[in-house]
């Protein structure tokens, strides 16, 4: 048996934007994994954060892999742009899209990780004929559209039947969970299966980003798999 190794993706919402370039590198300093971009134009989830241009300009600050997560409708008609502004994942929510293969395939065309994703009222049935099409499945455990909301435990019931779709398929995606995420629900979602974690206000509201990232990294540091 061995430990896994869980991964850090903190989300730029929460971050200073008016520091953003020292705020990503202090996260990446900090030990973060990936960085996550949080992609929102007000039609698919009530709220705008921001586009390419931000997701270029980070790219420049960091060498760590940068998670982009599209919660846009319509997002078929933005990959090119996202890959070209340097995403390294990209992920599209299951039920914005038409053609999951279609897209799943543009994405990797450009040489992007795929990932796929659902709101927490949503059944992971809307993706999983096409696990093995993927790099990454994102759980949403809050809805998406805001930072600083509540931890949804109930979503953890996907990761649990995504973990056992993985093993019986031999499949070889790894699952991310988003929103919400502090020392006490990362543990419950490592005791899950969950490979990587989001968190925003979590991690840029602490006052020590490397010491909240290992936190993190570390709330179910007994638990083997
Ligand atoms: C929600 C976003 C999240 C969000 C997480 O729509 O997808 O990535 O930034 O923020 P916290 O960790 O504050 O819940
Ligand atoms: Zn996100």
Redesign the pocket.
């Known amino acids: 048996m061995k430990k896994r190794k869980v991964e850090i993706a903190p989300?730029i919402?929460?971050a200073d934007f008016r520091y953003l370039e020292r705020e990503v590198k202090a996260a990446q300093d900090g030990g973060a994994d990936w960085i996550?971009c949080?992609i929102?134009d007000g039609v698919f989830?009530p709220?705008i954060s921001f586009g390419p241009m931000v997701v270029e300009a980070v790219k420049k600050c960091i060498t760590i892999p940068l998670d982009v997560?599209l919660?846009i409708a319509a997002p078929q008609k933005y990959i090119m742009q996202f890959c070209d502004a340097g995403a390294d994942n990209l992920t599209v929510h299951a039920d914005a899209v038409e053609s999951l293969p279609d897209v799943f395939d543009a994405i990797r065309a450009r040489g992007v990780n795929v990932g796929v994703t659902v709101n927490p009222d949503k059944p992971i049935s809307l993706f999983e004929h096409y696990l093995d099409r993927v790099d990454l499945v994102l759980i949403?455990s809050?809805?998406?559209?805001?930072?600083?909301?509540k931890?949804m435990p109930e979503v953890l019931e996907k990761v649990s039947a995504l973990t056992d779709r993985r093993r019986l398929g031999d499949l070889a995606f790894s699952i991310e969970i988003?929103?919400?995420?502090n020392a006490e629900t990362a543990a419950r979602c490592i005791d899950a299966g969950v490979d990587i974690l989001?968190?925003?206000?979590?991690?840029f509201g602490s006052s020590n980003y490397r010491s909240t990232i290992e936190h993190l990294r570390n709330a179910g540091k007994d638990r083997l798999s």
Do not use: K, P, R, W
């Not at 988003?178 to 995420?181: E, N, V």
């Not at 989001?198 to 991690?203: A, Q, T």
């Open positions: 989300s919402l929460a996550h949080d929102m989830v709220n997560h919660m949403m809050v809805y998406a559209g805001f930072g600083g909301q931890f988003d929103g919400g995420i989001v968190s925003g206000s979590c991690i």
